[in-house]
């Protein structure tokens, strides 16, 4: 199957600060894009859809301002959580692709 | 999407056949049926999907009822790496890109020794 890899696998920062999470699609082209957030014993969430070219569109209840999204490219998709707090602290993914969604490996996100 | 059914946890032993079923009673005709897993602390994995008739690849085998209301993931032979999340998912839009999983409880398979 297709390959979909994060950058960073895994992060701690300090609250008030901003960290950004990457997506590439390795060996295929992502026009859309999708990032979940999964809390430890919880299914995952779809938090927003990425458009390569255009605005991200937001979930109910998932502050666009806080959760930036930018599809720069066909291959690459960045999430960048500003102003992180501890409730962020989160595992996030991403996915791409067309029947079969292929999915990043996830980003542990932490929050001191 | 439809909403799906799946029972929370199910237990299973290694080389015997695990079978998860999965209801999804008000499924549309231009919904497919979708199974993931997740194995602990990585992203999601694709298994298999269909919309109608029955369907097999290396990984697995989908049984869709013929009301297309249940359907029941089999793993034929399963190992302990199987032991993971299953998720059911019904969505429509299978041959176009950008089409949105939702994500329910899913099942925790255990594959025991």
């Known amino acids: 199957g297709a390959v979909v890899s994060q950058h960073p696998s895994w992060v701690i920062c300090k609250s008030g600060t901003s960290v950004k999470i990457e997506c590439r699609s390795l060996?295929?082209?992502?026009?859309?894009m999708f990032w979940y957030r999964q809390f430890p014993k919880q299914s995952l969430m779809l938090m927003a859809t990425?458009?390569?070219?255009?605005?991200?569109?937001?979930e109910q209840g998932v502050e666009k301002d806080k959760f930036l999204i930018n599809h720069a490219s066909l291959t690459l998709s960045t999430l960048t959580v500003t102003s992180a707090h501890p409730e962020d602290s989160s595992f996030y993914i991403c996915?791409?692709?067309?029947?079969?969604?292929?999915f990043g490996p996830g980003t542990r996100l932490t929050v001191t | 999407d439809a909403k799906t059914t799946q029972p929370p946890s199910m237990d299973c032993a290694e080389g015997r056949a695990a079978n998860l079923p999965c209801n999804h009673s008000?499924?549309?005709?231009?919904?497919?049926v979708y199974w993931y897993r997740q194995i602990h602390s990585q992203g999601p994995q694709y298994i298999i999907h269909?919309?109608?008739n029955n369907e097999t690849n290396e990984m697995a085998s989908l049984i869709i009822t013929e009301d297309r209301k249940s359907s029941t993931l089999i793993l034929p032979h399963a190992t302990l790496r199987d032991t993971a999340v299953y998720y059911c998912?019904?969505?429509?839009?299978?041959?176009?890109?950008?089409?949105?999983?939702?994500f329910g409880e899913g099942t925790q398979l255990t594959v025991n020794p």
């Open positions: 996915s791409g692709g067309s029947y079969e969604q292929y």
């Open positions: 990425s458009n390569e070219g255009s605005k991200a569109t937001y």
């Open positions: 060996d295929f082209q992502a026009t859309t």
């Open positions: 008000t499924i549309s005709g231009n919904e497919y």
């Open positions: 998912i019904v969505r429509v839009g299978a041959e176009t890109s950008g089409s949105r999983l939702t």
């Open positions: 269909g919309l109608k």
